[in-house]
């Protein structure tokens, strides 16, 4: 089972109870501070910054004795968290400590990586890529970054790539994290951008999760509805999980519905919205287009037949249905459950759907979060560094591209627009063909996060494929690199990072970085200046050296857009609160960024993903209102079949992040999970003749993983194993695979491009 029980509870114990003593708060009360702390010995000074382990961002200050980090306690001012701080922000800081830090970069030579100096390591880089670029042209580069980076390390990275080098090839691993949510907005709204606040959590009377697991992966808003739920005016809640996860435990309704159906499920509730007359018709008719068509979409998923193609009960949807059709305050939330799921956007929109049919968005307590997976997700999508043009801005759009040419002061031609940005699975693709011949892959380790991993390995093992690694520690990717360089990591440097709810912190650097470290953002302009990167006049294209002069270059890119920092200053971050952009929520004023010359995409055809055209949006004519977008269901891209007969749910553990390069190197978050697991039901685990705790193998058409069971409520046909266990800790004993990712599949969603990562079949059996 998910165990929270492992240890006795203590004062401020995050690993047995990762959400802490209820602080409960009635409808429109403020919540109470609680300051969480952490330390292992008493801090000299404590320096503000906040939490980089998801995309809650948490405000923390940093407590630094001897020149290192000794602790962290949470920033009562601060919006986000009001104090607190989950397991991963309270004990994940102790892997900027850990003895084996890159700290010298490395070079490989007669096949082996030694280390080597910066001057050494960076000619051997500039050199290469030179004599690509004159032999082979902007597009043999690709670029694919991290989502826990700072934004003044995005920023450089994007002009430097987009600007610069001319190349179309850069996204961020937020692709697999957030692309459905940044998607799933400019469809339903023209652009990106958090419609909600986390404040929206006080306010609200009913909640809506859908494909969410908020207590494990974003521990301190679920303490926050969690302290709504225990409180007066509970707000009443409906799940939408194939997991028994703790917020279905609470559920008022879960709809334990089967991997990949999110779209008929979802389709179900906004009839039932519709047939019961739970639909504000003057807002929507001032506010929105598509109703008809939408209405139609929708009109043939009873909930019986929804049902049937869920493998859920009826009167279970009718019910879901009643209460977030009677509501006055609808928040709802979503995040992988649906983003790397079949039909992810189309499912997002569904979601923006009912909160539009009901009315509820830009008012307290109303509204949605289409959650980031990441810390620092938001900004990788403001500044152009995931599938986008910095600023919001429309690749179709000449207008726009003007726009970033003459900040830039760079011809318009140079910014390659003739499609949209590459997304991260066509890098590697284009990596794989032979295309792209230099890829820098800087803070994240697709050798165990991306789908088919043994196709990825050999995509990265390529002789002809350069691979430059920037990275605080050896990882499963590192080992493939033909240049490593050691970065400095939060706590390390200063810059703002932006989360899920637009609120941007500064982190300020704490202590120096260990050996030879350094920032991505002086890495890569070092890049640069050994490149020669110029602007139309012959001065430097990057024009800035220190964080705060990036953040206010970044500052004019913004200027206007949706995005707008220019109210911003590193001063005014400075200690009190985060600070959101756009204000508490956005379209207070029913008012959407959907005229075609500000709109940041033209939108899709939700179930091919075929990009419209400017003249097709004009036709569509939303001119400000939002738009329902509708979709049928379709079944996934693999089906579970006799010889593979379940669906395999990846996901993630409350004390661990991505592939664990920093939680796996925080004693509390190895101790309270040390090894990967599968979970199945107690039934199927005993047809199948395995016991809680057995070795079980699970294989799919393209690996296998051997793993301990776990019996859990899930629903039958699912089993879950988390995606965070990759190989560098691996005891020497033990040569089994066990990363999730050796099993699932390479398919994207058509309109998003995020990996599907949640309905790959895959049989089990005693291993
Ligand atoms: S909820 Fe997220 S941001 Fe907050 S402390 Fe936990 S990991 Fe860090």
Redesign the pocket.
Same mark, same amino acid.
């Given at each position: 089972m998910t165990d929270y029980g492992c240890r006795a509870l203590a004062a401020v114990d995050r690993i047995a109870n990762p959400w802490g003593a209820r602080t409960p708060h009635a409808a429109g009360a403020d919540w109470p501070v609680r300051v969480d702390e952490h330390t292992e010995r008493e801090p000299e000074r404590w320096v503000q910054s906040a +939490?980089v382990? +998801?995309s @809650?961002? +948490?405000a923390l200050d940093i407590g630094v004795a001897g020149g290192r980090i000794v602790g962290v306690r949470g920033r009562e001012v601060d919006r986000v @968290?009001h104090g607190r701080? #989950?397991p991963? #922000?309270l004990y994940g800081w102790q892997a900027n400590n850990s003895p084996d830090r890159l700290t010298r970069p490395l070079v490989r030579r007669d096949g082996n990586l030694e280390e080597t100096d910066w001057d050494t390591a960076m000619a051997a880089v500039v050199e290469r890529a030179r004599k690509l670029l004159d032999e082979k042209g902007s597009s043999a580069f690709g670029f694919y970054i991290s989502g826990q980076l700072f934004l003044e390390d995005y920023y450089t990275l994007a002009v430097l790539a987009r600007g610069g080098i001319g190349t179309n090839h850069l996204d961020g691993n937020t692709r697999l994290c957030t692309a459905t949510a940044a998607a799933s907005l400019k469809e339903s709204f023209g652009c990106d951008g958090q419609p909600a606040s986390f404040a929206d959590v006080d306010h609200c009377d009913t909640l809506l999760h859908v494909g969410i697991n908020i207590a494990e992966t974003?521990?301190?808003t679920w303490s926050r509805m969690l302290d709504r739920l225990h409180g007066a005016d509970r707000p009443r809640l409906v799940v939408i999980d194939p997991r028994s996860t703790p917020a279905a435990r609470e559920a008022d309704v879960h709809l334990a519905v089967r991997n990949g159906t999110n779209v008929a499920v979802l389709n179900a509730l906004l009839r039932e919205l519709i047939a019961n007359g739970w639909v504000d018709q003057k807002w929507v008719d001032a506010h929105t287009v598509g109703f008809d068509a939408l209405a139609k979409t929708v009109d043939g998923y009873t909930p019986e037949h929804a049902a049937e193609i869920c493998g859920t009960a009826p009167d279970d949807i009718r019910a879901a249905a009643e209460i977030l059709g009677t509501g006055e305050r609808l928040l709802s939330v979503v995040l992988q459950g649906v983003y790397q799921s079949n039909q992810a956007t189309a499912a997002a929109c569904q979601v923006n759907n009912l909160n539009l049919l009901r009315g509820m968005i830009g008012k307290p307590g109303c509204g949605v979060l289409q959650m980031n997976g990441q810390?620092t997700a938001q900004n990788t999508r403001e500044t152009g560094c995931n599938g986008d043009l910095p600023g919001f801005r429309n690749w179709q759009n000449p207008r726009h591209v003007a726009e970033l040419a003459e900040l830039w002061n760079v011809d318009p031609l140079a910014i390659p627009h003739y499609g949209p940005p590459t997304h991260a699975m066509q890098i590697f693709r284009y990596a794989e063909q032979g295309s792209i011949s230099f890829l820098w892959i800087v803070a994240t380790n697709p050798a165990v996060s991306l789908p088919e991993l043994d196709r990825i390995r050999s995509i990265l093992g390529q002789e002809r494929l350069f691979l430059v690694v920037s990275d605080a520690f050896m990882t499963e990717t590192a080992e493939f690199a033909d240049v490593v360089f050691p970065a400095a990591i939060w706590g390390e440097k200063t810059g703002t990072f932006t989360n899920a709810d637009r609120t941007v912190h500064l982190s300020e650097q704490a202590v120096e970085p260990p050996g030879e470290a350094r920032p991505d953002r002086e890495i890569l302009l070092d890049f640069a200046d050994g490149l020669g990167l110029q602007d139309r006049d012959g001065a430097p294209l990057l024009k800035w050296r220190t964080p705060e002069e990036v953040f206010e270059a970044w500052k004019q890119c913004s200027r206007g857009r949706p995005c707008d920092y220019t109210g911003i200053t590193y001063e005014k971050l400075r200690g009190g609160s985060g600070i959101q952009w756009g204000g508490e929520r956005l379209y207070e004023d029913a008012v959407f960024p959907t005229l075609p010359e500000e709109c940041e995409d033209y939108g899709h055809e939700l179930t091919t993903g075929v990009t419209l055209s400017a003249a097709e949006f004009k036709a569509l004519d939303p001119a400000g209102r939002a738009i329902l977008k509708s979709a049928p269901y379709v079944l996934p891209a693999e089906a579970p079949r006799e010889d593979y007969p379940f669906l395999l749910n990846t996901g993630r553990s409350v004390y661990h992040f991505h592939t664990r390069t920093k939680t796996g190197r925080a004693p509390e978050l190895v101790e309270a999970a040390p090894e990967v697991w599968v979970e199945l039901s107690a039934d199927e685990a005993g047809r199948l003749g395995l016991a809680e705790g057995d070795i079980a193998a699970v294989e799919s058409p393209r690996g296998r993983i051997e793993a301990p069971v776990r019996i859990t409520a899930i629903r039958e046909g699912v089993v879950f194993v988390p995606f965070h266990y990759g190989y560098w800790d691996r005891d020497g004993g033990n040569d089994k695979d066990r990363a999730a990712n050796e099993l699932t599949i390479t398919v994207w969603d058509p309109v998003s491009k995020q990996p599907i990562y949640k309905t790959a079949a895959v049989r089990v059996g005693p291993a």
């Amino acid at each position: 089972m998910t165990d929270y029980g492992c240890r006795a509870l203590a004062a401020v114990d995050r690993i047995a109870n990762p959400w802490g003593a209820r602080t409960p708060h009635a409808a429109g009360a403020d919540w109470p501070v609680r300051v969480d702390e952490h330390t292992e010995r008493e801090p000299e000074r404590w320096v503000q910054s906040a +939490c980089v382990l +998801c995309s @809650n961002g +948490c405000a923390l200050d940093i407590g630094v004795a001897g020149g290192r980090i000794v602790g962290v306690r949470g920033r009562e001012v601060d919006r986000v @968290n009001h104090g607190r701080l #989950g397991p991963k #922000g309270l004990y994940g800081w102790q892997a900027n400590n850990s003895p084996d830090r890159l700290t010298r970069p490395l070079v490989r030579r007669d096949g082996n990586l030694e280390e080597t100096d910066w001057d050494t390591a960076m000619a051997a880089v500039v050199e290469r890529a030179r004599k690509l670029l004159d032999e082979k042209g902007s597009s043999a580069f690709g670029f694919y970054i991290s989502g826990q980076l700072f934004l003044e390390d995005y920023y450089t990275l994007a002009v430097l790539a987009r600007g610069g080098i001319g190349t179309n090839h850069l996204d961020g691993n937020t692709r697999l994290c957030t692309a459905t949510a940044a998607a799933s907005l400019k469809e339903s709204f023209g652009c990106d951008g958090q419609p909600a606040s986390f404040a929206d959590v006080d306010h609200c009377d009913t909640l809506l999760h859908v494909g969410i697991n908020i207590a494990e992966t974003q521990t301190v808003t679920w303490s926050r509805m969690l302290d709504r739920l225990h409180g007066a005016d509970r707000p009443r809640l409906v799940v939408i999980d194939p997991r028994s996860t703790p917020a279905a435990r609470e559920a008022d309704v879960h709809l334990a519905v089967r991997n990949g159906t999110n779209v008929a499920v979802l389709n179900a509730l906004l009839r039932e919205l519709i047939a019961n007359g739970w639909v504000d018709q003057k807002w929507v008719d001032a506010h929105t287009v598509g109703f008809d068509a939408l209405a139609k979409t929708v009109d043939g998923y009873t909930p019986e037949h929804a049902a049937e193609i869920c493998g859920t009960a009826p009167d279970d949807i009718r019910a879901a249905a009643e209460i977030l059709g009677t509501g006055e305050r609808l928040l709802s939330v979503v995040l992988q459950g649906v983003y790397q799921s079949n039909q992810a956007t189309a499912a997002a929109c569904q979601v923006n759907n009912l909160n539009l049919l009901r009315g509820m968005i830009g008012k307290p307590g109303c509204g949605v979060l289409q959650m980031n997976g990441q810390p620092t997700a938001q900004n990788t999508r403001e500044t152009g560094c995931n599938g986008d043009l910095p600023g919001f801005r429309n690749w179709q759009n000449p207008r726009h591209v003007a726009e970033l040419a003459e900040l830039w002061n760079v011809d318009p031609l140079a910014i390659p627009h003739y499609g949209p940005p590459t997304h991260a699975m066509q890098i590697f693709r284009y990596a794989e063909q032979g295309s792209i011949s230099f890829l820098w892959i800087v803070a994240t380790n697709p050798a165990v996060s991306l789908p088919e991993l043994d196709r990825i390995r050999s995509i990265l093992g390529q002789e002809r494929l350069f691979l430059v690694v920037s990275d605080a520690f050896m990882t499963e990717t590192a080992e493939f690199a033909d240049v490593v360089f050691p970065a400095a990591i939060w706590g390390e440097k200063t810059g703002t990072f932006t989360n899920a709810d637009r609120t941007v912190h500064l982190s300020e650097q704490a202590v120096e970085p260990p050996g030879e470290a350094r920032p991505d953002r002086e890495i890569l302009l070092d890049f640069a200046d050994g490149l020669g990167l110029q602007d139309r006049d012959g001065a430097p294209l990057l024009k800035w050296r220190t964080p705060e002069e990036v953040f206010e270059a970044w500052k004019q890119c913004s200027r206007g857009r949706p995005c707008d920092y220019t109210g911003i200053t590193y001063e005014k971050l400075r200690g009190g609160s985060g600070i959101q952009w756009g204000g508490e929520r956005l379209y207070e004023d029913a008012v959407f960024p959907t005229l075609p010359e500000e709109c940041e995409d033209y939108g899709h055809e939700l179930t091919t993903g075929v990009t419209l055209s400017a003249a097709e949006f004009k036709a569509l004519d939303p001119a400000g209102r939002a738009i329902l977008k509708s979709a049928p269901y379709v079944l996934p891209a693999e089906a579970p079949r006799e010889d593979y007969p379940f669906l395999l749910n990846t996901g993630r553990s409350v004390y661990h992040f991505h592939t664990r390069t920093k939680t796996g190197r925080a004693p509390e978050l190895v101790e309270a999970a040390p090894e990967v697991w599968v979970e199945l039901s107690a039934d199927e685990a005993g047809r199948l003749g395995l016991a809680e705790g057995d070795i079980a193998a699970v294989e799919s058409p393209r690996g296998r993983i051997e793993a301990p069971v776990r019996i859990t409520a899930i629903r039958e046909g699912v089993v879950f194993v988390p995606f965070h266990y990759g190989y560098w800790d691996r005891d020497g004993g033990n040569d089994k695979d066990r990363a999730a990712n050796e099993l699932t599949i390479t398919v994207w969603d058509p309109v998003s491009k995020q990996p599907i990562y949640k309905t790959a079949a895959v049989r089990v059996g005693p291993a």
